[in-house]
């Protein structure tokens, strides 16, 4: 969602195909296509001010190990339809990015240790400027920590703690959890530890339903009627 609710973005494409990054308005139905990269997006994300949209290209390249995945992630800005590579210049391999509550920073995973290897998650400002990484370096590559979301108060992250086990009965087994860690990587906690956890999303307290009572909500039908 935009941030006033009225545009959706999102990827669209048949699905052998490449799919591209359209937006589309919630009121008429509008309908229009961003990209024209002749690859797949994803990850489309909205910029609280609502002006951008982050979004990750699959770019497929060939080295000498083998067919690997290209990941960048672009900025397109809505009122001036200009896109932006975001850190143009270093080794690809980013994904999942996520703006700050008040969109100064960009939290993202990297899997900035080389090809292989494992990804950690980082932020930066909107610019690429000040890179940093949050959690110390794992230095496994059977491990992975993505898909960040931001506390409503950008003060801390809940993100996705991969681990790559055996192959079970010819099928690839992976344990997920949800982990909490401030901005600087310390201690980070474990929310969840049996099964499958994925997509969580932070509970925003300025959203949150009054519980004080309201008398107009105590009266019963039966009792305005007997007023009558």
């Known amino acids: 969602w935009s941030p006033n609710g009225k545009w959706i973005a999102y990827q669209k494409g048949r699905w052998h195909d490449n799919r591209e990054l359209h937006i589309a308005s919630i009121d008429d139905r509008v309908e229009q296509r961003i990209t024209w990269v002749g690859h797949a997006v994803a990850d489309p994300s ?49 994904e999942t990015p996520a703006w700050s509550p008040i969109g100064d920073l960009i939290a993202f995973s990297w899997g900035k240790l080389g090809l ?7 932020i930066a400002d909107r610019h690429g400027r000040d890179v940093k990484r949050i959690l110390a370096p794992i230095g496994d590559p059977a491990l992975s920590e993505v898909n960040p979301v931001w506390s409503p108060d950008g003060n801390e992250l809940i993100y996705e703690h991969i681990v790559e086990k055996p192959p079970r009965e010819g099928r690839n087994v992976r344990d997920i959890q949800l982990y909490k860690t401030d901005l600087n990587g310390s201690d980070p906690i474990q929310l969840t530890r049996h099964a499958v956890n994925k997509d969580a999303d932070w509970f925003d307290p300025a959203f949150a339903l009054s519980v004080r009572p309201q008398p107009q909500l105590l009266t019963t039908i039966w009792a305005k009627l007997k007023q009558k």
């Not at 292989?116 to 980082?122: E, K, R, T, Y």
Request: net charge negative; glycine share 8%; no cysteine.
């Open 46 to 94: 909205w910029s609280p001010d609502g002006t951008e949209i982050a979004f990750v290209v699959n770019v497929p390249f060939i080295n000498g190990i083998g067919p690997l995945l290209n990941t960048k992630i672009v900025f397109f800005n809505v009122q001036t339809r200009v896109e932006e590579s975001f850190l143009p210049e270093e080794l690809p391999l980013m």
């Open 116 to 122: 292989g290897q494992d990804s950690a998650l980082f």
